[in-house]
């Protein structure tokens, strides 16, 4: 079963159909809200997959997006090639060289699909891809105490190997940032849910 939703889910217009069915895009709206990009600004996103939130991004933003799936870097690339840089790539040690550094840098719906080794890994690259002032966002579903018994059934039930309880995801980011902080995000999908939303600042010197 999970092989054949893997499946319709790599049918670019069914996936952004129930992203925005059930409301996640509101919540990668919410994202880029917190991001307050402006021209100029360069944009890292790692697990863009279709990148469906890119009209949001101000005209005038470097924006470099990362996803496995070909399928949806290939709708990016035709819908909007012109305006960002799309790569069907792992990003890895080499891209925090290659590209410029970033002022933000997106996660949006990627920490509970990894490991903790292998978030610890994403996140020590991340926080050496950051301008000095720049800021992590990432967006996940999560475990906290006041979520209702439907929100805890689909985080429960998330496609992610990985929901953690809030303090999971903070303790694995304070190992790379020094300023880390959130907020519980409850009212942006359409089907009760809990998200925490994380901000991470400040790498810790290396």
């Known amino acids: 079963m999970f092989d054949r939703a893997k499946r319709l889910l790599g049918y ?3 996936y952004i159909a129930l992203q925005r069915g059930v409301g996640a895009d509101r919540l990668r709206y919410r994202c880029l809200d917190e991001a307050n990009l402006g021209p100029g600004d360069c944009v890292i996103d790692i697990g863009c997959g279709p990148a469906y939130y ?3 991004i101000p005209a005038g933003v470097r924006y470099f997006g990362f996803d496995t799936d070909p399928n949806y870097i290939e709708y990016a690339r035709k819908r ?7 790569r069907c790539e792992i ?3 080499e891209h925090v060289t290659e590209l410029p550094q970033a002022d933000v840098i997106l996660l949006l719906g990627l920490l509970h699909h990894l490991s903790d080794e292998h978030c610890r890994q994403l996140l020590d690259l991340t926080s050496r891809a950051l301008t ?3 800021v992590v966002i990432s967006v996940d579903p999560c475990f906290e105490p006041n979520q209702g018994r439907i929100s805890r059934w689909m985080s429960r039930n998330d496609r992610g190997e990985y929901v953690r309880e809030i303090p999971a995801f903070t303790t694995l980011a304070q190992e790379a940032f020094a300023d880390v902080d959130g907020d519980v995000v409850d009212d942006a999908t359409r089907i009760p849910s809990s998200h925490w939303m994380m901000r991470m600042r400040k790498p810790v010197a290396h």
Not at 80 to 86: A, K, Q, S, V, Y
Request: aromatic share 22%; charged share 25%.
């Open 12 to 14: 670019v217009p069914l």
């Open 54 to 56: 890119f009209p949001r």
């Open 80 to 86: 909007w090639g012109d305006r960002g840089d799309f």
């Open 91 to 93: 990003y890895a040690e």
């Open 132 to 134: 000095p002032n720049g």
